[in-house]
């Protein structure tokens, strides 16, 4: 789980605005915001688990954010084993 961007973050930080190529962004139309829609994030929940050590120091190497990768792993997990479930 290496999300390392490879990214050139100073160079597009130099971009003025126009010389941002936008071209391939379709423009937002009435169609567009027919069919979307406003939703309110889920709050997050703090919850004790069990965990052994080995499985903690890995999340934990990854970075500072380890919790939230952790929770995105959960959440991956039983996405994937829903499916079996209904």
Known sequence: MNNTSK???EKLDSLSEEEI???DIPPLTEEFFSKSRWWKPVS???VLVKIDPQTL?????QGEDY???????LR???QAHQVESE
Not at 67 to 73: F, N
Request: aromatic residues 16%; glycine residues 0%; proline residues 0%.
């Open 76 to 78: 991956i997990y039983a």
């Open 7 to 9: 990214t050139n973050w």
């Open 44 to 46: 997050s929940l703090s």
């Open 57 to 61: 120091a890995w999340f934990q190497s």
């Open 21 to 23: 190529d936008t071209s």
């Open 67 to 73: 919790e939230q990768k952790m929770a995105a792993a």
